[in-house]
């Protein structure tokens, strides 16, 4: 691998997100790498882990509890993520315990059996190759509130994130074989 990472600029094989991100996007060539925005049209399912840039992933356990685990094969981080409407509105569900993933209006990150319209986030493209997701139905004083997960892998108030915030970046991922198995 021999680029930069828009991430950090420094080479890709320096840090775990930037090796990471260099295997999903073929880092070998010096150019800007397009994305596929089809699935943004609705009704499309992909399953995802989501890689926050504080080097977690995005699970949901058993028991509701939305976490980060820095295991890549941890099952409970492989996620459904379902487009629910046109301009990239999303539903994310965790395969093996079947909760979404919804904020309530104080910005805590809740898992719910049932699909609701808290359970609505915006997909937000950012120009280091990480995405954001917003919630869709609640907003702090005009100011958007994304999913982010902390340093120590846990969820962060909503009203305390913002787009520049390196808690709310993530790279969905496809999974690796290990992790594709559920039990």
């Not at 504080?54 to 996620?79: A, E, K, M, R």
Request: some cysteine; hydrophobic content about 35%.
């Amino acid at each position: 691998v021999r680029c930069l990472c828009v991430a950090c600029a420094l080479p890709c094989v320096v840090c775990v997100a930037c090796v990471q991100l260099a295997a999903i996007m073929n880092c070998s060539k010096h150019e800007r790498h397009t994305r596929n925005y089809d699935y943004m049209e609705g009704g499309d399912v992909r399953i995802r882990q989501l890689f926050s840039r504080t080097q977690w992933f995005l699970s949901i356990d058993d028991g509701g509890n939305i976490t980060g685990t820095q295991d890549p094969t941890n099952c409970y981080s492989i996620l459904e993520i379902r487009t629910v409407s046109e301009g990239g509105i999303l539903a994310i569900k965790g395969v093996k315990s079947q909760y979404y993933i919804c904020m309530n209006k104080a910005g805590q990150l809740q898992a719910k059996r049932l699909y609701t319209d808290n359970c609505n986030f915006k997909e937000v493209f950012l120009e280091n190759y990480f995405n954001a997701y917003s919630s869709v139905k609640w907003t702090k004083n005009g100011k958007q509130m994304f999913i982010a997960l902390s340093q120590k892998g846990r969820p962060v108030r909503g009203k305390k994130t913002r787009r520049e915030n390196v808690a709310s970046h993530f790279i969905p991922m496809q999974c690796r074989e290990e992790a594709g198995r559920i039990d």
